[in-house]
Nanobody, 127 residues
Framework: QVQLVESGGGLVQAGGSLRLSCAAS????????MGWFRQAPGKEREFVAA???????????YYADSVKGRFTISRDNAKNTVHLQMNSRKPEDTAVYYC?????????????????WGQGTQVTVSS
């Protein structure tokens, strides 16, 4: 079982920046792809960004079209942590953001069909 704990959510004005973090514990992180999803009120959870496993903390990255060029995902394998740097925030970015982990390779995690999720952190962007 993987334990995922998100942090860094809060209120930010449109155009501002915010950085989310997800700390992983348990049997995972090594070999796991990590991702971020979000769910706005009244909407289904959607994919935001993901990064595949790489032993040097790199890995292939994947982004939803709505956040490309504004959000950056990164991972620190030494600290079992994945980050989501969010710049140029828009009101439509308001949502609960969830961290996810998936042991399958490549872009599989972008489908969101994993059992390992964090509790979520609220991000609100004011206009």
């Amino acid at each position: 079982q993987v334990q995922l704990v998100e942090s860094g959510g809060g209120l930010v004005q449109a155009g501002g920046s915010l950085r989310l973090s997800c700390a992983a514990s348990g049997r995972a992180f090594v070999g796991y792809a990590m991702g971020w999803f979000r769910q706005a009120p009244g909407k289904e959870r959607e994919f935001v960004a993901a990064i595949s496993w790489n032993m040097w903390s790199g890995g292939a990255t994947y982004y939803a079209d709505s956040v490309k060029g504004r959000f950056t995902i990164s991972r620190d394998n030494a600290k079992n942590t994945v980050h989501l740097q969010m710049n140029s925030r828009k009101p439509e970015d308001t949502a609960v953001y969830y961290c996810a982990a998936d042991p399958r390779p490549g872009a599989t995690i972008t489908k969101g069909r994993t059992d390992d999720w964090g509790q979520g952190t609220q991000v609100t962007v004011s206009s």
